[in-house]
Every structure is written in C-alpha cells, then in structure tokens.
C-alpha cells in the first residue's frame, strides 16, 4: 500500500536501474559472401544456357497470350455493347421521326387539330350539345358526347 501512494519510485527508476544493452554480434557479410557467391554461380554454371531461353521464352508465350486473350475478351465486349447503342440509337431515330410527323400533322391539319382539341382538351364548338355520360375510366367520372346540329 505505501509503494502505491508513493510514486518515488517510478520517478527514480531510471537512476536506480541501469540498462543494460547488448551488443548484436556483427556478421561477417564480405566473408559469407564470398563463400555463397562462388558455390551460387558454380551451380548456375552446371544448367544450360537453353534452359535459361527456354523458362523466359515460355514466360513470355504466357504474358503475351494473357495479354492477346484479356483483349478479345474486351473487344467483344465492346462489340456487343457498340451493337446495343446503334440498335437504340435506331429506335430513338425512328420515334423522333413519328413525333416529328405528329408534331407536323398537329400543326397543318385542320381535322387533327380538331380531333386533338376534342378528345385531349375536352373542347367542343359553340353550336355542339354536351351530353355528359358515365364511363369506366378511372381518371373523371363523366365523360362528353357532342352533337352537332
């Protein structure tokens, strides 16, 4: 109990305790080296030097046909995504053709004018009679029939 209301000690330890270091034995590198490297390049000396094209040869056969087999991987891909986008491309063309021509036909024609003003607006002449009648479409109640006298 009094060590831990006492905190001299934790305080003083470096002064009381010395540290102790230990050298690490250095490792004579130049010598192993000199051992290692000759038995090494001995050993490197008894295989052929074909061996050595051969390994590269057949390392470099495998990147390139990595390499050759990654990209008509790619190119079909793209080749099917190119084929998708002209096919949309076309649709988009031909709907942009058919509202143009609805755009024409509304614009010039007087009975599309008509027909559009009666059955989108709800518009009728002054001389129609408006008839109003049930309908089974959700959006209104009643519908319009007109008479013209």
């Known amino acids: 109990m009094n060590r831990a209301g006492n ?21 004579p ?4 080296s000199r051992e290692i490297v000759p038995t090494v390049l ?3 000396q008894l295989i052929p030097s074909w061996i050595f094209l051969a390994m590269i040869l057949v390392a470099t056969v495998g990147i390139c046909s990595t390499v050759i087999v990654r990209s008509k991987a790619e ?24 509202l143009q021509s609805e755009i024409h ?7 599309t004018i008509e027909s559009a003003a009666r059955e989108r607006l709800g518009m009728v002449r002054p001389n129609d009679v408006v008839v109003p009648i049930e309908s089974g479409r959700p959006a209104s109640n009643f519908g ?5 006298r």
Do not use: C, G, H
């Open 7 to 27: 905190t001299y000690w934790l305080n003083n330890r470096q002064v009381t305790q010395r540290v102790s270091a230990q050298a690490i034995p250095t490792l």
């Open 29 to 32: 590198i130049r010598d192993i």
């Open 42 to 44: 001995a050993w490197l």
């Open 75 to 98: 190119l079909k891909a793209s080749t099917t995504e190119f084929s998708r986008m002209t096919s949309e491309i076309a649709s988009i063309r031909k709907s942009n053709s058919s």
């Open 105 to 111: 036909r509304i614009a010039t024609d007087p009975f």
């Open 144 to 148: 319009t029939l007109s008479f013209v």
